[in-house]
């Protein structure tokens, strides 16, 4: 039997009443909490409750290298406010903080350890952002079952909650099973099966569709290794993909992807991969040859 995600209630206090100000998120039925707020409104933000009490904390700010859109370091604190009072000292990359603790208190030393342990080991493994830490500490096995499993669900309840709050480190890709949450009809089958992207170009093939996060570009794509005229930004990206054994050769005119991988936008996939720019938009067709401009412009014209 499978479970089927439900909708979910979710409550944002704008402890300021802006949007861009202290933001306190919380989940009905959920003891935990998230405290977000901007490095300039640090000195309130620390007068808070929040802050003076035990969990994990993730800073986040512009990666200075560029390889990677933002970067992140992520800590824990008995009592958080002294860790990141020496974070504004010591780190200057910052410009954004998140705080992971519980109302009452409950989570005790050996609780945020392993959070903080499973939220560098899932950074790193996302590959979305560079990651400041330079060891992930060995915390796990160090809880009982019960309590791993009460960790667990912690972290499935502030996984949910981060990307509200533009915190998307930690999204390991899993590619969506059609089959997870119910009978497939045909015509959802059709539907699906639309999602699918292919390009084919000089040495260049690819299959991948457009995900929440950008656009997903499925393991054991050929990519070109010769390079054209090319956007910096992407550029830069390929660099960092092949440095980590993402894209990894396997001739003397071809890379390989080696996992999928989710680009910011079909542009930046397409042109990563034939190395070169181009548009995503077009270049990217379905099993009927529609590109995804054709496809968007289609459904924009389509009656409600």
């Not at 977000?36 to 035990?54: H, I, P, T």
Request: proline share 3%; hydrophobic share 40%; net charge neutral.
């Amino acid at each position: 039997m499978t479970t089927q995600r439900r909708g979910a209630s979710i409550r944002i206090f704008l402890i300021d009443g802006t949007p861009q100000g202290m933001r306190l998120v919380e989940r009905i039925g959920w003891t935990g909490c998230c405290l977000g707020f901007s490095r300039s409104d640090y000195g309130r933000a620390r007068q808070r409750e929040e802050m003076q009490r035990s969990g994990v904390y993730v800073l986040v700010g512009a990666d200075p290298q560029g390889a990677r859109p933002v970067r992140v370091y992520i800590g824990e604190g008995e009592e958080v406010r002294a860790r990141l009072d020496s974070h504004v000292k010591e780190k200057d990359f910052w410009s954004s903080a998140f705080v992971l603790s519980t109302k009452d208190d409950s989570l005790n030393k050996a609780h945020i350890r392993y959070l903080e342990a499973r939220l560098i080991a899932m950074a790193q493994a996302a590959r979305i952002a560079a990651v400041e830490n330079a060891t992930s500490p060995a915390a796990l096995g160090r809880l009982s079952e019960p309590e791993t499993a009460d960790m667990e669900s912690y972290l499935d309840e502030a996984l949910v909650l981060l990307p509200l709050l533009g915190v998307t480190a930690f999204e390991i890709y899993d590619e969506p099973d059609a089959s997870a949450s119910a009978p497939v009809t045909k015509n959802d089958q059709a539907q699906i099966a639309g999602k699918r992207y292919r390009l084919k170009t000089q040495l260049t093939e690819a299959e991948g569709y457009s995900d929440s996060r950008g656009f997903a570009v499925l393991a054991g794509a050929l990519a070109r290794r010769e390079t054209k005229v090319m956007v910096a930004g992407y550029e830069r990206v390929r660099e960092e993909l092949i440095a980590e054994g993402i894209l990894v050769g396997v001739n003397e005119q071809q890379y390989r992807l080696s996992r999928t991988f989710i680009f910011d936008s079909p542009s930046s996939a397409a042109s990563v991969l034939a190395g070169g720019s181009k548009n995503g938009r077009t270049e990217w067709k379905d099993d009927q040859g529609r590109s995804i401009k054709d496809n968007e412009e289609a459904t924009a014209a389509s009656p409600v």
